[in-house]
């Protein structure tokens, strides 16, 4: 649950692998749940943010709700964050700060890079913004984020006394906004933050599914790279990852 977002750059631990691959599990998840067109169900995929088609009744379209122009704007800076994530070998999260019209700040995941557990998209976003104003608090502040914020940043959020959080994948492993945990929802934890979720959820979906499929792709280079040095026998039977 506390663990945070992690990476490639740490192929011998079993413990990060198995964490990365819940957590694509989680995106296509929530991605198939759309590109199926099924209806909604019970499932980790349907969070209470977003406007689900009536249960029971199938829908021709995907539940995709409007989106807002300036929501799709400020998360769109967002995904842009999360690429520099990317290229830093992280696991693609951004997060921007935003009060009105005006980005404060951004962030991206990086706790391999940072040896920072806490080092999410949202902390980082959240201790730049706070710098940038000279307060710890940030009231009537929004913050838009790519995955789905976890325990961690939930309770950072509220402390920062954030008035919205726009986020976009859904996070059936580690979501503390609906997906496994609803932290928001309980009035004696927080009065201030409104939050939505499943914002252009696919686009940022897919970023996710991306990095892990390259990874796997990778490993799996670097796996038959050592059976051929080794000169082992082909292991056909398929890691974890392979049964996405
Ligand atoms: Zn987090």
Do not use: W
């Amino acid at each position: 649950m506390s663990a945070p977002l992690v990476h490639a750059v740490l192929p011998d631990s079993d413990s990060v692998e198995s964490r990365d691959v819940l957590n694509v599990q989680g995106s296509q998840a929530s991605i198939s749940g759309v590109a199926e067109l099924t209806a909604a169900e019970p499932g980790a995929a349907a969070a209470s943010a977003s406007s689900d088609p009536t249960p029971g009744e199938p829908s021709i379209f995907p539940a995709v709700p409007e989106v807002p122009e300036r929501d799709r704007r400020f998360m769109a800076l967002a995904q842009a964050a999360a690429e520099e994530a990317r290229a830093a070998g992280e696991v693609p999260v951004g997060a921007v700060l935003v009060r009105g019209d005006e980005v404060i700040a951004t962030g991206f995941n990086h706790p391999i890079g940072g040896h920072d557990p806490s080092a999410h998209a949202e902390m980082a976003a959240l201790r730049a913004a706070a710098q940038a104003v000279e307060n710890y608090r940030l009231p009537g502040c929004e913050l838009y984020v790519t995955l789905e914020p976890c325990l961690m940043c939930a309770g950072a959020i509220m402390h920062a006394r954030i008035a919205r959080v726009v986020f976009g994948a859904r996070d059936p492993k580690t979501g503390a906004c609906g997906s496994v945990v609803d932290a928001f929802a309980n009035p004696q934890l927080n009065h201030h933050t409104s939050v939505v979720g499943g914002v252009l959820e696919n686009e940022c979906g897919a970023a996710l599914k991306s990095f892990f499929a390259e990874r796997r792709r990778a490993s799996r280079a670097a796996r038959a790279a050592a059976r051929a040095d080794a000169g082992s026998e082909p292991d056909n039977e398929p890691g974890p990852a392979e049964s996405l």
